[in-house]
């Protein structure tokens, strides 16, 4: 521009993100002698004009110009560049191209004009190269860029008078023939784990053309060419293109990402377009997994007695036993969100071989405390004995001996742990006399050396009695005991508060001389316990039912069988959702293998959830013992033990919602 001299600049925005709002414009900390009025860009629109003026005395020479946009607390920064001359001087402006920087694949067209005189000769160079010399306007050029290497060029005009010579500003040309590739997937290509909250990203070889990359040009499909609603951007630097869909993926489906169109090409800056036929395919599942098979060691070591709990950031953490050849141990370990990483040594509180561990639990404690207890055989008759430790700085300690001590013809096993609201840790075993099988209870305070035995009440009608679940809420704790009933001569679950007082009758739902097993318990918000079993005909076991119950403060409600789609169901885990509603997990045969299945209660109806889970395929692949866990965002998490016909190995899914 010429001293003097008002110009206007034509702006424009691009918009990403669904970024509709009004734009403000201005130039940031402008040199002495230059001056631009601020201006807006409305909502939804993308141009304006800046008007910039020039003083008589602003020192000549080029200069760089510095707009900003801002609309709230984001800005963005572009810079122009202004070269200033005097009076009689001539002044070379660029009309083509007439950005910085250009992409071209091919032929592009220069073409510069010349003000404030006239030039004996224009020459166009690239570089130190001369591409033309010019004596008559127009000062225009076919630069035929396919002769020349790919690469970045610096090109400038020269208006030549006499022995003056007068510069443009410097042009950078960069020659691209190479059509632009995905580098990067996420999700990868055909991955069979994808969350119904994936965003989808792809990083590319090069920047692309922001204008080519819009939700016509950029498809989301499910199974069935159902096209799904998605949001698509950018990166700033034109490198990572961002898919978010408007609403979870469906479930389970295959999923379908086409990169550009016939008609709708994705290309690079110079125009080159990515291959079309690039399709990117990935599976979300009813059911994510979390992790492969899990082992402690490798080869074919049962893995059993998987019991799984959610530690104080939500994270699941998994206890269960394996053999390391010679001996069973027991090992945790805790899901970082890729992995599951073993929580310290292996378990084990008797140092000879053959002294296999069995029945670990694990709790975490209201203040976060890790506290794991299991049973330990001394091989010494049927001597087995209960180990509780805690996990405290990246190992575990010992906590105080239990008072209760087994024999060889005693045992003291299959401990269950729960915690008070005021960080009290109970304990329930399964003590065998001799001759009778009871149910022992103990109490540790905060802070205390040994634990208290704690008062469990018992019927003289009942015989063989072993704790199978427990659970809490504030002050108070709840025992799932089942028990043999001399007077009907079958088992069934009765259910204590605070190991003293029995709520209700004992719960039996079946008539056909069944008789009850494994129950399991949960609480819910209001502090009243829910309890699921399963009851095993006499006549026939591969009829057991699963059955359901709830506490109504004065009496159990009516049992509810919820198994009613498979046969030969057993061992339920029952979880309760912040949300009110109860999740229940339990193997069951759904032809032609013995399955997990899992349902969750509205309202009185017990539904369904996901598909039913099995790692493997074939009837030789049955899955067992599941033990279940609600995260913190409502979703159930499911681990059980499945095996590949020679040993079980333990699995964890999460529903995939």
Not at 73 to 85: E, R
Not at 88 to 94: E, F, K
Not at 358 to 385: C, M, R
């Amino acid at each position: 521009m010429f001293q003097g001299e008002t110009k206007d600049f034509q702006l424009s925005i691009v918009r990403t993100g669904g970024f509709a709002e009004s734009v403000n414009i201005s130039l940031l900390a402008a040199p002495a002698g230059v001056t631009a009025q601020p201006v807006s860009i409305a909502a939804g629109t993308t141009t304006a004009t800046l008007r910039v003026a020039v003083s008589t005395n602003a020192e000549p020479g080029s200069r760089t110009l510095t707009v900003r946009a801002v609309s709230g607390s984001l800005h963005h920064d572009a810079s122009i560049g202004l070269s200033v001359a005097k009076p009689g001087d001539l002044l070379v402006r660029w009309t083509a191209p007439g950005e910085a920087i250009r992409h071209v694949k091919g032929a592009m067209e220069l073409e510069v004009t010349v003000e404030g005189g006239t030039a004996e000769a224009v020459e166009l160079r690239s570089d130190e190269e001369v591409l033309v010399r010019l004596t008559a306007p127009p000062f225009t050029y076919s630069w035929d860029t396919t002769q020349v290497t790919e690469g970045e060029y610096h090109i400038s005009a020269h208006a030549i008078r006499g022995t003056q010579v007068f510069s443009s500003f410097e042009r950078t040309v960069i020659v691209d023939r190479t059509a632009p590739k995905v580098e990067a997937r996420v999700p990868v290509q055909h991955d069979g784990n994808v969350s119904v909250r994936a965003i989808l990203g792809v990083t590319f070889s090069e920047p692309l053309m922001s204008t080519t990359v819009t939700s016509s040009s950029v498809t989301l499909t499910a199974g069935g060419g159902v096209e799904i609603a998605r949001f698509v951007s950018l990166s700033e630097d034109g490198r990572r293109l961002t898919l978010t869909p408007a609403a979870p993926l469906p479930a389970p489906s295959t999923m379908i990402v086409r990169l550009g169109t016939n008609g709708q090409p994705i290309t690079d800056l110079a125009g080159n377009p990515l291959e079309v036929n690039d399709i990117w395919t990935f599976t979300v599942p009813a059911w994510l997994s979390l992790g492969s098979a899990i082992h402690a060691h490798p080869g074919a070591t049962p893995t059993e007695d998987v019991v799984m709990k959610l530690d104080s950031t939500g994270r699941p953490i998994m206890v269960w036993t394996e053999s390391d050849g010679t001996t069973k141990n027991v090992h945790v370990s805790q899901w970082n969100g890729a992995t599951w990483t073993p929580m310290g040594s292996p378990l084990s509180a008797l140092p000879a071989t053959g002294t296999d561990a069995s029945q670990p639990d694990i709790l975490v404690t209201p203040l976060g405390q890790i506290i794991a207890a299991w049973s330990e055989s001394t091989n010494t008759g049927v001597e087995k004995n209960i180990y509780v430790r805690a996990f405290k700085n990246g190992a575990w300690e010992p906590l105080p001996t239990l008072p209760l001590r087994g024999g060889s013809e005693t045992y003291v096993s299959a401990p269950r742990l729960t915690a008070l609201q005021s960080g009290a840790i109970q304990l329930s075993a399964e003590y065998f006399n001799g001759s009778n099988l009871e149910v022992r209870a103990f109490d540790l305070a905060p802070g205390a050396s040994s634990w208290t035995a704690l008062n469990v009440h018992t019927t003289a009608e009942q015989f063989s009695r072993r704790p199978t679940a427990v659970s809490s809420h504030g002050a108070n704790s709840f025992t799932a005991v089942n028990s043999y009933f001399g007077s009907i001569e079958r088992r069934a679950v009765v259910v204590l508060k605070n190991h003293a007082e029995q709520l209700g009758v004992r719960l039996l739902a079946g008539s056909e001389n069944s008789s009850a097993d494994h129950a399991s318990i949960a609480i819910n918000g209001e502090g009243a316990p829910l309890v699921a079993w399963n009851e095993v005909p006499a006549s026939n076991v591969t009829q057991s039912k699963i059955y359901f119950t709830q506490w109504l403060w004065s009496s159990w409600a009516s049992p509810v069988l919820v198994s009613s789609g498979s046969t030969s169901n057993t061992r339920p885990a029952l979880a309760m959702g912040e949300d009110g509603r109860p999740v229940l997990a339990w193997s069951g045969f759904v032809s032609p293998e013995q399955v997990i299945l899992v349902h969750r209660r509205t309202g009185d109806v017990w539904e369904s959830i996901g598909a039913p889970l099995s790692a493997r395929t074939g009837a030789s692949t049955p899955g067992h013992s599941p033990s279940l866990a609600i995260g913190r965002d409502g979703r159930p998490i499911v681990a059980w033990t499945e095996t590949d016909g020679t040993a079980p190995s333990i699995f964890v899914s999460q529903l995939n919602e």
